[in-house]
């Protein structure tokens, strides 16, 4: 089972002092960074980012990857849940598939194909089923928009990300898939629940460990998909 980083003997809060051209909000989200066990655990662990942990914790407790699984990682930069995939599903020993996308360059994953992509192009779920060789078992989204700073647009602009992924998903899922995004508290996550619930067997709502106690951030976890392809695995979305 995956813990939270910590025990032992740590050192004493840290604090960024004032002074050159740090903003006050940059100098709390320094001082958050420097005392989070989970971005010292990371780094010790070789994780791209802190999120590893997340998809850890829902996959220890969950059991979405299984040994030679397809998946799917939308918005994958900086590579932290496409690191979690790969080992998951066995990259090391040539087994499963996964492919990260994103609309910016990320370095190299071992074990994952990346594109520079957007999912919500038209051709877009024809070339990730034909880059997985079939339809995905997981497609994962721990994708954010840039913050505003204004709660209700914030809320909306990562709720409407998270309804779009919801869409590819529905496009790429093999029978049975699951899908994983992140979507904030703030009374639209819950539509978002509704809608799933048409397609999949189970829905819900996880706050990991590794999301900050403070942060409105979750995650809605769907399996069981209801649709999906029928026929061999290479068959294109919709067919």
């Known amino acids: 089972m995956t813990r939270a980083p910590g025990g032992g003997n740590r050192p004493g809060r840290q604090v960024v002092r004032r002074g050159g051209n740090r903003t006050p909000s940059s100098r709390a989200w320094l001082t958050r960074q ?10 010790r662990d070789g994780y791209r980012s802190r999120a590893a942990y997340k ?5 220890d407790k969950h059991r979405l990857f299984r040994p030679g ?3 799917v990682d939308l918005g994958a930069a900086p590579g932290g849940w496409s690191q979690i995939a790969a080992a998951r599903v066995g990259r090391a020993a040539g087994r499963g598939h996964v492919v990260a996308i994103d609309l910016l360059e990320m370095d190299t994953v071992p074990g994952v194909d990346f594109a520079v992509l957007d999912f919500m192009a038209a051709d877009a779920p024809e070339r990730l089923v034909a880059m997985l060789g079939g339809r995905a078992d997981v497609v994962l989204s721990d994708m954010a928009a840039n913050a505003t700073g204004h709660k ?3 809320h909306l602009k990562i709720m409407g990300l998270a309804e779009a992924a919801a869409e590819f998903a529905r496009e790429v899922l093999a029978p049975e898939g699951a899908f994983l995004a992140k979507v904030l508290k703030g009374g639209t996550e819950n539509d978002l629940l509704a809608d799933l619930k048409r397609d999949f067997a189970q829905v819900r709502h996880i706050k990991p460990a590794a999301s900050r106690p403070d942060s409105a951030e979750l995650y809605v976890l769907a399996t069981g998909f209801r649709g999906g392809a029928t026929a061999e695995d290479g068959a294109s979305p919709g067919g």
């Open 69 to 71: 699984g397809r998946v």
């Open 55 to 59: 998809l850890l914790e829902i996959d």
């Open 152 to 154: 209700r647009t914030d």
């Open 34 to 43: 420097l005392n989070d066990p989970f971005v010292a655990a990371a780094k």
